[in-house]
């Protein structure tokens, strides 16, 4: 409930600072952009480090995160140690995320309509910016601006401009839920429709997500049961150029002069139009203007995203279900950009003689899921039970994607059909299964030993066929020694020692690499094939080896609860582009190429200082996390550092914290010509050093710790979180 009160339009960054080993980061301040989550560490470094989102039993891709409407959500469940990962095997190799959608209840019809608006500003970065008088006045100071006479001053200072006004804006949030839930002792149904929108504090950037959700379930006969989930789903947003440079508002602010205009302007300091009545941007000495390109180059994207299941429990005896469960992912995605004639970027990038660019591109992937399993529950007495379960799961992705792109259009238009040449485009269509087979005993004694056995066997479409198997398992135990030893005690409700040891694993990122590919090109106006990559059939899967063992405590009538734990994650065969000589024709072929550890503990308390025994009464929670963990290439298949693509000043090397920078070292400031200082390789000062100069700091952008805190109270219906 508290969660789905925080007006964000990710689910994943819903859990931002909700849970020990889960560390939930903002990419950036982008209406509905996607975090980046990881659970207790990095998995992999070319691999998937994505956690494994079910919604309703049904797995959905990264994409549809924001497609999900929190108000639908009944509960989350994150699932870390290796215990309760092993049986989803490789795509759990990073943890899974459980969300349960609502239900209706029996005999109980309700309709609920609840409005939720919200106000959002760029938190204060502490810089006072210059004024144009006092920006003049610097740059003359600093020399890169010659002195000017009294009237060229004037003129310059004449119309002035806050950038920061122009480009950033007070964002606001507005969300409309409405539902209806109810039911009767055969079933019950849940549907519930959103509207939520989203103005980003950069001026152009805005989203917008439209859903419909629908929950059934309908006890056809005493041993027939079905269920139904479906939700639909449009988004759409308007895409900024996230650029380090003056194309971005945020940069921009900061780059962009005060006293230098959004638009020209006349003597009389009206804005100026050209010929077709369209206002006449500045060009400013930035030789860009962002306004301009939020106005004349729009990109805008659009989702259509629908998934369910079907599921059938047959209970033909006592204690004995037998399941089949039908999951559907249907995701489209459409993208349109357009560099107006004449405008700013097009006079960069564009051609003269056929002005404006327009690009048109899209997907569409289509996600089968097929679950059956069978479970039986039996008691040896009134001590001892178990539940064993085993199953198979067949999961089918087709994705196909295609861009288009044409240059030269008349004014005001800008679809394709009127470009004067369709310069550009292709079409592409990939396809990958996963087929598996599993089980899971698990035994309880008087409620508080609790053992679980659980093994699974995954068939990858991304492997060659020698090594297209991969078998995980895991055990894991815990005992409540309040309920035994510590039964006659007054200050413990709970301690519970647990433990859990298994293994999980991962997929290439890329869907063919044990393959050796044929790519296709133009060649002298025909039709060329050459090799596109170099294939290794003996790729193996990567694999993760998890250790953990943990305390949960409760004391004082449970007014003081908590959890201590420490863990273990060893991931080997680490899947990564390898080097090759460029005489092979090609730079790298996916290898396994050595181990990676995380290793941390995780700590969590709450403390209820007031707790009132009525319903609408005072109650107060205090709640902290922390949690440490530290990454390590523990071993390469080399000596020497490797330099991943996508890390620019990271390294990898055995022995050293995953991403390690590798820097020159800066040591301060010439005090005589205000030169900056640094260290050669032989420790020198220097101001012009060179890359071979840099060495490994001991320092990574992973970080060590993280946690968070909680207060939540709540009196009478109200409450602050």
């Known amino acids: 409930e508290v969660l789905t009160r925080t007006p964000i339009a990710s689910v994943d960054n819903l859990l931002q600072g909700r849970s020990t080993g889960v560390e939930v980061t903002a990419i950036n301040g982008k209406p509905g952009q996607n975090g980046y989550m990881r659970i207790r560490g990095l998995t992999s470094i070319n691999g998937n480090n994505d956690p494994l989102f079910i919604v309703d039993g049904v797995p959905v891709p990264r994409a549809v995160y924001a497609a999900i409407n929190p108000n639908d959500i009944e509960e989350f469940s994150i699932l870390k140690d290796a215990s309760a990962t092993a049986i989803y095997g490789a795509r759990a190799s990073a943890g899974v995320v459980i969300v349960q959608t609502k239900k209706g209840s029996a005999n109980n019809s309700v309709v609920e309509y609840s409005y939720q608006i919200g106000r959002k500003r760029l938190i204060d970065d502490g810089f006072t910016l210059m004024n144009a008088e006092q920006k003049l006045d610097y740059e003359i100071a600093l020399g890169v601006r010659d002195v000017i006479s009294a009237e060229e001053r004037a003129e310059l200072l004449q119309y002035q401009t806050d950038w920061e006004d122009e480009l950033i804006r007070q964002g606001r949030v507005n969300q409309h839920n409405l539902t209806f839930s109810g039911g009767s002792e055969k079933g019950s149904y849940y549907l519930g429709l959103s509207r939520y929108d989203e103005q980003g504090m950069a001026l152009g950037s805005d989203f917008d997500r439209t859903t419909i959700k629908l929950n059934n379930d309908y006890q056809i006969n005493n041993w027939i049961k079905v269920t139904n989930n479906i939700s639909v789903g449009r988004r759409n947003d308007t895409e900024l150029r996230d650029r380090y440079n003056v194309q971005s508002p945020f940069y921009g602010r900061y780059a962009y002069n005060p006293y230098e205009t959004v638009f020209v302007l006349d003597e009389n300091g009206d804005v100026q139009f050209d010929a077709l009545g369209e206002p006449i941007y500045n060009f400013t000495s930035q030789g860009f203007n962002i306004v301009e390109a939020i106005q004349n180059n729009p990109e805008s994207r659009r989702w259509t995203d629908i998934y369910g299941s079907l599921k059938f429990d047959f209970t033909p005896i006592e204690n004995l279900t037998i399941s089949s469960q039908g999951g559907y992912n249907f995701n489209t995605f459409k993208g349109d950009y357009f560099i107006k004639p004449g405008s700013i970027l097009d006079g960069y990038v564009g051609n003269p003689a056929a002005p404006g660019i327009k690009r048109n591109s899209g997907s569409e992937r289509d996600r089968y899921i097929w679950t059956n399993t069978a479970q039986y529950e039996f008691d040896l007495d009134e001590s001892n039970s178990f539940t064993a379960l085993v199953g198979t799961e067949f999961v089918k992705n087709v994705f196909e994607d295609y861009s288009v792109e044409g240059i030269g259009f008349p004014v005001g238009l800008s679809v394709l059909d ?150 273990n994650k060893l991931t080997q065969d680490l899947l990564f582009p390898d080097q090759l000589s460029r005489t092979t024709g090609f730079s790298t072929i996916t290898s396994n190429i050595g181990d990676m550890s995380n290793k941390g503990v ?120």
Request: charged share 20%; aromatic share 14%.
């Open 602 to 721: 995780e700590f969590e308390a709450y403390y209820s200082p007031v707790r009132s025994q009525k319903a609408d009464g005072l109650n107060i929670e205090l709640g902290i996390r922390y949690s440490n963990v530290k990454t390590v290439m523990e071993k390469l298949n080399t000596d020497e550092q490797i330099d991943p693509v996508n890390a620019f000043i990271s390294v990898l090397k055995e022995g050293e914290a995953a991403y390690t920078y590798e820097l020159v070292d800066y040591v301060g400031v010439d005090s005589e010509t205000g030169d900056l200082l640094y260290l050669d390789a032989e420790g020198n000062e220097t101001t012009s050093p060179l890359q071979s100069d840099a060495r490994l700091q001991g320092k990574s952008p992973l970080p060590t710790f993280f946690g968070g805190f909680d207060v939540n109270v709540d009196y009478k219906g109200f409450a602050l979180n």
């Open 418 to 567: 009127v470009a004067a040449e369709v310069n550009d485009g292709f079409t592409r269509k990939t396809e990958f299964a996963l087929d598996s087979y599993f089980g899971r005993v698990n035994y309880s004694r008087d409620n508080n030993l609790n053992v679980s056995l659980s093994l699974r066997r995954d068939g990858s479409s991304r492997f060659g066929a020698d090594f297209r198997h991969g078998t995980f398992w895991a055990i894991g135990a815990g005992y409540d020694f309040s309920k035994t030893l510590l039964a006659n005690n007054d200050l413990f409700d709970q301690l519970k020692l647990r433990a859990s040891y298994g293994t999980t694993g991962n997929e290439p990122a890329n869907l063919y690499d044990p393959l050796g590919v044929i790519d296709f090109s133009s060649y002298a106006d025909q039709t060329a094939a050459f090799q596109g990559n170099v294939a290794n059939p003996l790729l193996q899967w990567e694999s993760q080896k998890s250790l953990s063992f943990g305390i949960d405590f409760g004391i004082l009538n449970n007014r003081v609860t908590g959890s201590l734990e420490y863990f």
